[in-house]
């Protein structure tokens, strides 16, 4: 979930909420019903994009309080013919944005320059990332409170780190003001309709969301589904359930990875640990190298990848096993999530984090509660079961219920079932061996969507569009055409 590949990878039903949220995004879109001006030009940090501002409220319901702008980049059609055709990709993470999707590898691995034959390809930073207002915490205030990695917390230590987690988040609250408690997936889905009116006033939307950008794509869907003309689910996010239930659900997610990296070593000679016991080879890596411990759950996202996945993998593992570290400090260099020099950015994006989880799930109190579920989930998944507590998400790249511990206020946009009707213009993907959203998640999804169509892709790693040829074939014909796909696709790669 954190990133998206594998780098950008992550309760009760308030009833009056939910059903009150249609009437009150209305309200607010006819209020700013004329088209918003948008002024391209050269981005500057991104080669062969153009970026553009668009103002969006801070809060709107109380579009008068002030607003934000939102930094768009564009990669115009190939096609002259084709311009103004806009397929709005929809940034993960949380904390994935622009530098991401079109400044990195993601560019090809999201089909880009493919799909500008088509279409321009629109993106954002969404609110409190990137370009687009990023949130800023105190270092001072860095939370120094942190569950142990080989057992459970006891209660006095969680809430030791919830004490930590709100002086940290009231750090970050002084130094970004209101924005950050207006970083829901049901903001967010706002200023995608502000999107839409700046790019396709006089059409419907067509996006592709993968990761949490599919929790964002879903409050949009929920809130607008008579502007969704294509939407693709991919990789995704399931906000029926509440937070120990999504992160129990990721954590068995990534033991399946871990299955499935020992199967392809038990088989594949080319595998460095061939022959060997893989979970003895990871438990000494931990007690010789503990960064081992987070790292390695970060790149299973890559599946079979040669230079990122398993058998980059296996290499260092058999490395650290002889007391060599080089393709430990390489493969930590590539999964760093944060490069800014500036403290303040830096521990912002992991307020940023904590402020769009949260806000969507909820703060985590319940101790008996949560101690019941990862007891259950260590017979499970022993050796990544410190997932479910951890409380440090940008440094080991997990979500955990501890990032929640001490959030000072209740959920914005609450974990609930989706209130849409039959929508044939969706469609859910997902890969079967996904360790940051599992397929779970997307059936989830899927069922609550009647007539939504779902594309199963039978790979390993984060998304199906980056990882199967055929997933994105059938994802693009879907895109430019809902009703050429059929009700269920079933992929390899």
Known sequence: ???????????????????????????????????????????????????AGLP??????????????????????????????????????????????MGGEMRAAQHVADFQRQYDVVTFDPR??????????????????????????????????ARANAAFIEGCAKASGALLWHLSATDTAQDVERIRQAL??????????ASYGSAYAAAYLEAYPEKVKALVLDGVVDHSVDFATFITRNVMSVQDAFDRFAQWCAQEARCELHGKDLGAAFDAAIAREPETRTLLPQLLAAGDHPELGWPALAQMLAEVGRGETGMLKKMAATATLSSTGDPWLRLGKDGLFRAVICADYGPQQDYAKLAAAADALAKAAPRF????????????????TG???????????????????????????NPTHDP????????????????ARLLIADVDGHQSLPLSKCAYEAQARFLADPSSVSSTTLCGK
């Open 385 to 400: 079961v410190w997932k479910f507590w951890d409380a440090s998400p940008m440094a080991h790249a997990s979500a955990g």
């Open 1 to 51: 979930m954190l990133r998206c590949r594998f780098t950008s990878v992550a309760i009760i039903l308030a009833a009056p909420f939910v059903l009150g949220i249609g009437v009150a995004f209305s309200q607010v879109a006819n209020s700013q019903t004329a088209k918003p001006e948008l002024t391209w030009a050269p981005c500057g940090d991104i080669p062969d994009t153009e970026c």
């Open 200 to 209: 396709s006033p006089n059409d419907g939307i067509v996006a592709y969301a």
């Open 128 to 161: 409190g990332i990137g370009k687009s207002s990023p949130i800023r915490c105190d270092p001072a205030t860095a939370p120094t409170a942190e569950t142990p990695m080989d057992r459970a917390p006891t209660q006095a230590e969680f809430a030791a780190v």
């Open 403 to 429: 990032s929640c511990a001490g959030w000072p206020r209740d959920a914005a946009n609450p974990p609930h079932q989706l209130k849409v009707g039959p929508h044939r213009n969706v469609m859910v993907a």
């Open 56 to 101: 969006v409220p801070i809060d709107y319901a109380r579009p008068g309080d002030g607003t934000m702008t939102l930094r768009l980049a564009r990669a115009p059609s190939l096609d002259a013919a084709k311009r103004g055709s806009v397929l709005l990709l929809l940034p993960g993470g949380p904390g994935v944005g622009i530098k991401e999707i």
């Open 436 to 451: 940051a959203t599992p397929l779970a998640n997307a059936v989830s999804v899927w069922l609550q969507i009647p007539e």
